[in-house]
């Protein structure tokens, strides 16, 4: 397949604007909705989306086993979704965008332990110095943790325990059914929890909600436009400019001017990240998503 670098990178930076777009609403639109309930009407109403291609879906035939493998996932994402969602409205937006890096690197640890894929000790470091840019960002002893920080460790270990089961799926069906099979999964899951702490939304917070499902599923579709026009060594370094946009965005409209220990956290975690793309990128394996790839 010909690579086409200067459109992957395009692509992926409208991606990013996408996901920064799903960031800002949430946390402008959702702070007066229980975290379940917004997640619920997010992916509730995200399922119109699906509509043009529910004939093709229901068409496709799906083994008992591969049924719990994606009730699992969907279980697993569903969680993460609640705790992304819970810390949107509790921490800066900064430091959201810093923590979920992580992904990567909890798949990379869960692919080791669960796959068996080797893990080397330049990835054992890489690892490392990732859980050293939390440390910097999180400052335990020199500043208060709040619960949005650990809803986000939380969020990030269940982010990559989904793409852990998404692998094997992925596989067997075409990438629309297994992201059509979340959808549904996920907005099931997400109903109980909704149900618990349910208030009565206004038209308003389903304008709200139904804009972040729409750009959810651009930034779902432009991503996936990123990865077929250039290789993930390229695209990769170009997500780490929601960094940027999410200081810029914080700064700008929510009154969260920009910390130094989480900019320089960030940047040691993204380096993590980038060293292990680069790797996975070079080996052809395929085991390390961006981090935006399991996002919202």
């Excluded at 800002?24 to 509730?44: C, G, T």
């Excluded at 509509?51 to 086993?65: V, W």
């Excluded at 075409?174 to 992201?179: D, E, I, N, R, Y």
Aim: charged share 10%; hydrophobic share 60%; glycine share 6%.
């Amino acid at each position: 397949m010909p690579s086409h670098p200067i459109q992957g990178i395009l692509w992926m930076i409208s991606t990013g604007l996408c996901f920064i777009a799903v960031t800002a609403i949430v946390k402008y639109a959702a702070q007066d909705l229980p975290a379940a309930e917004a997640a619920f009407l997010r992916y509730l109403l995200g399922l119109v989306f699906l509509l043009p291609i529910a004939r093709t879906l229901l068409a496709t035939r799906i083994s008992s086993r591969d049924l719990k493998f994606f009730a699992a996932r969907g279980l697993v994402h569903t969680l993460a979704v609640i705790l992304w969602f819970y810390a949107m409205t509790q921490i800066p937006i900064a430091e959201v965008t810093a923590m979920n890096y992580l992904n990567p690197v909890y798949v990379t640890l869960g692919a080791a332990i669960f796959l068996g894929e080797t893990l080397a000790l330049r990835r054992i470091l890489a690892v490392v110095a990732a859980l050293l840019g939390v440390v910097v960002i999180l400052r335990p002893g020199f500043r208060e943790i709040e619960t949005g920080h650990l809803a986000m460790l939380a969020t990030a270990a269940l982010f990559g325990a989904s793409y852990l089961f998404a692998k094997p799926l992925s596989g067997r069906y075409s990438a629309t059914m297994v992201v059509a099979m979340l959808s549904v999964t996920v907005t099931v899951g997400l109903a109980p929890f909704a149900f618990a702490v349910w208030r009565t939304p206004t038209v308003a917070d389903l304008g709200w909600m139904f804009l972040v499902a729409a750009f959810a599923t651009a930034g779902h579709y432009t991503m996936t436009r990123a990865f077929a026009a250039a290789p993930i060594s390229v695209t990769q370094p170009v997500t780490f400019l929601q960094m940027v946009w999410a200081v810029l965005l914080g700064w700008a409209f929510f009154a969260e001017p920009p910390d130094g220990f989480v900019i320089l956290g960030a940047l040691i975690i993204i380096a993590s990240v980038s060293f292990i793309a680069w790797r996975e990128a070079r080996l052809k394996r395929g085991v390390t998503p961006p981090h935006v790839a399991t996002k919202h």
